[in-house]
């Protein structure tokens, strides 16, 4: 959450002022909802035809007045009423962050339902119809798939693969389990525990076992909203939500194999085992379609270098067409959506710019967060529309099943699991995978998609499908996060990857599948190295454009580092001195071996006072912070060619020069023969620079921007920019400040130039816009608002 | 090879002891180095290097070199052999065994110091107890090799930059004329903190009986 930057005291009236804003808002909206809900009963012919009359009207009678202020309400309806929804999702949202301690205690899921609850009892208590707003297709179409996306785009694939057996058991075997633990005991109960002709005793075995099916399913949603805020240690997370994601294969097929047979009246072993095959179809064939349409995907966006506008559409619409493809044919459609995006992922994000890849994450973030929050409010409002059929004894004893049949899954489960695991789940590893059950809008969707003929006892299931949602979501919701502190459950890891982590990660596997290799076994780190090499040897050629298929992956995380610390920089006000998570004073002078042998030229050395230094250092900085104002050239469609535009690249050229000024500087004390432009010369220059920068047409001339994480004492730094070097000196000064290819003739410590459709690439990437401070390791997490 | 059978069955609770592997490990152990090194008694570099899954292996130097380099038997001797038996065989082996879930947090400590100290010893090749800038550049390169052509000069600034962390996280305040002699062991270890080295530096032994492990074959 960002921290308020406004004073205390006016912050305070401010903030009632807003919480003011939001009920007027609220009631108002309610109240046009409901009476467009009552409108929705007025024939909209007879209005259209009272339009033309009085059109018609106004053409005849020309005394009629022309009417200056006209209501029409209709046309606008849906549009209107939807934004209206998702207005008040949004300020709630903002809401609940403006009252002190309340996110604290309570988790967001909770209080939007409440929230749903509200809205959907004053809309009932002025006497309207609340409008049926969890509609199955509403929500499987529109609100659950950018949850899902979201999720699969930025799913952690290292720890998702290395529990992908755990994940699966839980997911496969568990739900199972939960589904006919539960159906079959609820039907039990129903035959033994009450009278003959109570109601109950009319639900048959199948109707309690599709029940079950419904109910078992850890719902991802959910998860993912409490979850998000205990930050609880990646393998639980990642087994859980895991676990939610892939139940869903188990859950369509036990949903449509129950809901069949229901209709049939009759089970065959046949039927049972095509049950069994389809299940395999429906997995693997989700799985399928997403793998296709990502590949399509991560092929499409190799030729997206001259359109970059448009590059985030296709992710999301691959994405999204994955999603309905999987749907026609009955598939799972989560399934589709998480391979999709996870395996387009990485190809993408090697294609597309920097700015695409920004849009990208705050579109799937934006939208997955209001999607969460129309959800819970909707589940609220659902809640008040009924229809409801409350029994006591199908309810609590549905609420227990669930429980009792969680715990002992679990339970069961990670004992058989722990025999193949190295690292095994703990006993407090599993209270938290039980407690981290939660059920939630999507068992309440498939109950609402239950026909009212074939299961007269909807409203029963429906009844206590929420009331095991309420009982999750609130109950096991607020407790979880008191639990994990009392538990003292390992929590997440906020330290970002630092570049030792990632060399020695990668020398570690390939140490480990060289001893496998040695040991003559074809372990885990086999396999995974077989794929990387099939990967980077015939994949990557074909979906990545240009050089960036052939970059190593450390080298790709090298330079996302420096792009990393250089927006840093950026937002940190420009301060040259690099911010690092620890004030350290070590530079590259530090570590670099004393000078062994210079190369030929003797550098006699004239000595000037370390003071004289210093103070000739400092002149120079303050100089060259002066800020000049920059020409925007503002194109919607050519975003890439206007590298000027941020204070990124204003302050990448700061950088440089000061680099540029301190080596020549360095080089000044340390060489006799000073060459043509003295550091006087130049800062003159650059200070009596107001020209705009102009952009070089041939952008194939256009260099690389390295950023060194050294800080600017180096002698090692890195740039660029070799204004002096270069023959046309006047060009330069009319056109002032440029960036120009480096000249190849050098000194010896700096990094060797790389190609120039490379420079080209990188500067295409590095210089867009970096948007406001991308986190790129928070990758799995959601940003809270 | 009967007699050698023998005598290694004597000496399997020694081993077992030595190298904390069970004796099913330590027959199928056994016979994965009968294997390599054509039933003789002991294994030379060639062996090794005659697999041929290790070809695409970028660091396959390092990991051929760290089986014949004395400091990874326990044993406080430095230097390198020039072949190896058995016992020193699984010595070097039982550095990735995985580490018992049940063991105390002290167990875990040592069972950690000794795999991070496996890792260093690779690492530091003139075996000067720290690991210099041209040591770590040489790991960078070694590990980028196998990619293509990589200029030198990137490997480089990769390696200077994780120097460069290692000391600002470890020493904070250096003066600009004070000089960072190297990665030592416990900078080393520091730096590797986030990494559960116990967790994830380990391969799965075989337990089961050998016939269910397909070898790859010297000669395919």
């Keep these: 959450m960002p921290s308020r930057t406004v004073s205390h005291g006016s912050s305070g009236r401010l903030r009632g002022l807003f919480l003011v804003m939001v009920l007027v808002f609220l009631e108002s909206s309610v109240f046009t909802l409901a009476f467009a809900s009552s409108d929705q009963h007025s024939p909209t012919t ?72 509200l809205v959907g009892g004053i809309i009932r208590g002025t006497g309207e119809t609340v409008p049926p707003v969890l509609d199955s297709k509403l929500f499987f179409y529109i609100l659950l798939p950018p949850i899902i996306l979201d999720a699969g785009y930025f799913l952690p694939i290292r720890p998702f693969m290395e529990n992908l057996g755990t994940i699966l058991i839980f997911a496969v075997v568990g739900t199972l389990w939960n589904a006919f633990f539960v159906g079959g005991l609820l039907y039990g109960v129903c035959q033994i525990g009450t009278e003959s002709s109570s109601i109950l005793s009319r639900i048959g075995l199948l109707q309690c076992l599709l029940f079950g099916s419904i109910i078992s399913a850890v719902d991802p949603v959910a998860v993912l909203a409490v979850f998000e805020e205990i930050h609880i240690n990646e393998l639980l997370h990642i087994l859980v939500f895991g676990e939610s994601l892939l139940n869903d294969a188990v859950t ?84 589709a959506l998480i391979a999709c995006g996870a395996v387009m992922r990485p190809y993408v994000e090697a294609n597309i710019s920097h700015k695409s890849h920004t849009t990208i994450k705050y579109f799937l973030k934006m939208w997955s967060s209001v999607s969460e929050t129309l959800i819970f409010i909707f589940l609220g409002v659902a809640t008040v529309a009924g229809p409801h059929d409350w029994n006591w004894t199908f309810v609590t004893v549905t609420v227990i099943l669930c429980l009792v049949a969680r715990v002992i899954g679990v339970v069961g489960l990670t004992f058989i699991i722990n025999k193949f695991r190295i690292v095994k789940l703990t006993t407090k590893d599993q209270f938290i ?8 809008a999507i068992a309440f969707s498939l109950g609402f998609l239950l026909e009212k003929d074939h299961f007269p006892e909807r409203e029963i299931f429906l009844t206590a499908i929420i ?21 003292a459950v390992k929590k997440k890891q906020e330290a970002k990857r630092s570049i030792n982590e990632e060399i020695h990660t990668q020398f570690l596997d390939h140490l480990l599948t060289g001893i496998e290799d040695i040991c003559g076994h074809y372990g ?24 960036r298929s052939k970059e190593p992956q450390l080298i790709a995380f090298y330079h996302k580092m420096e792009m990393k610390q250089a927006i840093q920089l950026v937002e940190s006000g ?8 620890m004030p350290s004073t070590v530079s590259m002078q530090n570590i670099q071996p004393r000078p062994p042998t210079k190369p030929a030229a003797e550098r006699a050395i004239p000595q000037l006072s370390k003071t004289k230094e210093e103070e000739i250092r400092k002149i120079l900085r303050t100089n060259l ?69 102009s952009i070089k047409p041939a952008l194939n001339k256009v260099p690389m921007i390295q950023v060194d994480l050294a800080s600017p004492q180096s002698p090692d730094s890195v740039n660029l920019l070799d204004e002096f070097g270069q023959a046309n000196q006047q060009e330069e000064e009319e056109q002032g400040l440029m960036m120009k290819p480096p000249s190849r003739p050098r000194e010896g410590k700096k990094p060797g130039e790389e190609d120039e459709a490379k420079d080209q690439q990188k500067l295409m990437r590095c210089l867009s816009d970096p948007g406001p401070s991308a986190d790129e390791d928070e990758d799995g997490q959601k940003e809270s608002s | 090879m009967g007699a050698s059978q023998t005598r290694l069955e004597h000496n399997y609770d020694d081993l077992t002891e030595k190298s904390g592997f069970s004796h099913e490990q330590i027959k199928n152990l056994y016979q994965r180095f009968q294997q390599l090194s054509g039933n003789n008694e002991k294994i030379s570099r060639d062996d090794l290097e005659r697999i041929p899954a290790l070809n695409n292996n970028p660091i396959r130097k390092q990991i051929i070199t760290a089986f014949f380099d004395k400091r990874n038997q326990h044993q406080n001797d430095v230097g390198s052999l020039d072949e190896i038996g058995f016992e020193q065989f699984l010595m070097v082996m039982s550095h990735f065994r995985p580490v018992n879930s049940k063991a105390t947090e002290e167990e875990k400590a040592t069972v950690r110091k000794q795999k ?9 090749t003139d075996n000067d107890g720290i690991i210099t800038l041209d040591e770590y550049r040489t790991v960078v390169e070694e590990l980028l090799s196998q990619s293509g052509a990589i200029e030198t000069e990137v490997a480089r600034a990769i390696a200077d930059a994780a120097m460069l962390e290692v000391a600002s996280t470890n020493v904070p305040h250096m003066a600009p004329d004070d000089f960072y002699e190297g990665i030592t062991f416990e900078h080393f270890e520091q730096i590797l903190k986030g990494i559960e080295m116990e967790s994830r530096m380990h391969i799965r032994f075989l337990d089961k009986n050998a016939a269910t492990m397909r070898c790859g074959k010297l000669s395919s």
């Design chain 1, 46 to 117: 007879a209005h259209s035809d009272g339009h033309k009359a009085t059109d018609h009207g106004s053409h005849n009678n020309t005394g009629k007045a022309f009417p200056v202020l006209d209501l029409n309400y209709e046309n606008v309806r849906v549009p209107f009423e939807i934004s209206l929804w998702v207005l008040l999702a949004s300020l709630m949202k903002l809401g609940f962050h403006l009252v002190p301690h309340l996110s604290n205690i309570v988790p967001e899921s909770c209080l939007l339902i409440v929230v749903g609850l």
């Design chain 1, 252 to 335: 369509v097929v036990l949903y449509h194999l129950f809901e069949e047979f229901s209709g049939i009246g009759t089970v065959t072993l046949v039927k049972g085992f095509l049950g069994v095959i389809s299940f395999f179809v429906v997995a693997l064939g989700g799985v399928l379609v997403g793998v296709l349409y990502g590949i399509l995907a991560a092929f499409t966006s190799r030729f997206t270098s001259h359109t970059r506008v448009i590059e985030p559409l296709f992710v999301f619409l691959y994405s999204y067409m994955a999603y309905l493809s999987a749907e026609i044919f009955h598939l799972s459609g989560i399934m």
């Design chain 1, 433 to 440: 995978i039980a407690y981290g059950g939660l059920r939630g």
């Design chain 1, 467 to 487: 009331t095991v949602i309420f009982f999750t979501v609130f109950v096991q919701g607020m407790t979880i996060k008191p639990l994990v502190e009392l538990l």
């Design chain 1, 524 to 547: 885990h780190h086999h396999w995974k190295d077989k794929l990387n090499r099939f990967n980077k040897k015939y994949v990557k050629k074909c979906l990545i454009a240009g050089e």
């Design chain 1, 574 to 581: 420009g301060g040259i001195k690099l911010p690092s998570a």
């Design chain 1, 625 to 693: 912070q002066r800020t000049r104002q920059r020409l925007r050239s503002y194109n919607r469609h050519t975003l890439v060619a206007d590298p000027y535009e941020d204070g990124l690249s204003d302050l990448f050229l700061k950088k440089q020069k000061m680099f540029q000024i301190e080596k020549k500087m360095n080089t000044y004390l340390t060489v006799p023969a000073p060459p043509p432009d003295s550091p006087t010369m130049c800062r003159a220059r650059l200070a009596s620079d107001p020209q705009a920068y």
């Design chain 2, 116 to 124: 991070l100290r496996f890792l260093f010893n690779m690492h530091d």
